[in-house]
């Protein structure tokens, strides 16, 4: 291999406090997983059990997010042409789900 | 990238050209698009579970007493509650939540890919990438053995008539519950699955790329951020099929 046109790359040395960040996401992703099997255990099934659920995923799904993909960095512009859709499917998830519980009723 | 962070100048709009106004590459701005159209497809099909779930009954015995039913839509705890090389031992949910850490921590090392190749460090981006391929494969491989136990079923089965039972799950019949709860388990961890091993393609193609110094020789890494991008999205993903799938 032509090692000639290599010489031209400067590597930076590892940002730590970058690094560091990453890690840090990576536990409190962990530790809210953890803690979503203990309640799976310990809480009866109920509309509270999954609310709680739900509100754990967006936390979760808030930190791949913004962290992980960067988008909380990202432009004002991008970031809310990204969220604003997702705010739709959200509402429109729990229409349908609100239409489901009706269907059960007559069946 | 500095590139695209261009200033704009005075008495002009960002949208007048010359500059991206989103801050960021064409590629990587087609990448969260295609992105965001790949989530309308999984929401598509998380909706569409979430309607026929919760147009089912739901069962409110206690967990102690569940027996599988066609009547009412199963608990997850007691469906999915084995893990390989131990028959008969109930682990609820110890092996998915396995398959969990594992996608978490691809992702992590996908992240840590990424900001390798902001520093041009080649030896680094080639080391995570390969943790991040391996995870990858892992959670395939977990899955096909979540897919074979599912199909093939427990001892215990489902009487479908006078003397006959069915054991595990088709689209058909489903000893588990419903034969819905089985097609949208087939379907929507089935997409996933595709996209899981999509991922892994192209995360061996950005490997091949960086130990070939393909990036190098480009003078920037964009690439392992763009396909980055659509690692964390397969990870995000995930976590929605585990909390409606395996959890409510």
């Known amino acids: ?107 | 990238m500095a590139s695209t962070s261009a200033t704009v100048a005075p008495g002009k709009s960002a949208w007048d050209g010359g500059v991206s106004p989103m801050g960021v590459s064409y590629g990587k701005l087609m990448m969260w698009f295609f992105l965001l159209s790949d989530a309308f497809t999984f929401s598509a099909l998380l909706i569409t579970y979430g309607l026929v779930r919760s147009s089912h009954h739901a069962y409110t015995g206690t967990v102690e007493a569940f027996k599988f039913s066609q009547n009412y839509w199963p608990i997850p705890e007691k469906v999915y509650s084995s893990i390989p090389f131990f028959h008969g031992l109930e682990a609820p949910l110890v092996f998915v939540g396995l398959m969990t850490f594992i996608l978490i921590m691809s992702s992590v090392t996908m992240v840590l890919a990424v900001e390798a190749g902001h520093r041009m460090d080649r030896p680094a981006v080639e080391k995570w990438m390969v943790w991040t391929i391996l995870g990858g494969i892992a959670f395939l491989g977990c899955q096909a053995w979540e897919w074979t136990h599912f199909i093939t079923g427990t001892e215990y089965g489902q009487s479908v008539a006078e003397g006959t039972k069915f054991f595990g799950a088709n689209l058909v019949h489903n000893q588990y519950g419903p034969p819905d709860f089985a097609d949208f388990f087939f379907f929507i961890t089935g997409f996933h699955g595709f996209h899981v091993f999509s991922g892994v393609c192209f995360n061996f193609l950005i490997y091949y790329n960086t130990v070939t110094g393909v990036y190098d020789r480009r003078g920037h890494y964009e690439m392992v951020e763009k396909v980055g991008l659509y690692w964390h999205f397969v990870d995000l993903v995930w976590v929605f099929v585990f909390t409606f799938f395996y959890l409510v």
Request: zero cysteines.
């Open chain 1, 1 to 107: 291999m032509d090692h000639s046109e290599e010489t031209h790359v400067t590597v930076l040395p590892p940002n730590k406090e970058k690094i560091k960040k990453l890690w840090t996401v990576a536990g409190i992703l962990g530790v809210i997983t953890a803690f979503e099997f203990l309640i799976a255990f310990t809480m009866h099934h109920g509309p509270l059990k999954t609310t709680i659920f739900v509100g754990l995923t967006i936390v979760k799904a808030g930190y791949i997010v913004g962290e992980f993909m960067h988008l909380k960095y990202e432009t004002k512009v991008l970031f809310w042409s990204i969220l604003i859709p997702i705010i739709f499917i959200a509402w429109m998830l729990v229409a349908f789900v609100y239409e489901g519980m009706a269907i059960s009723l007559v069946r």
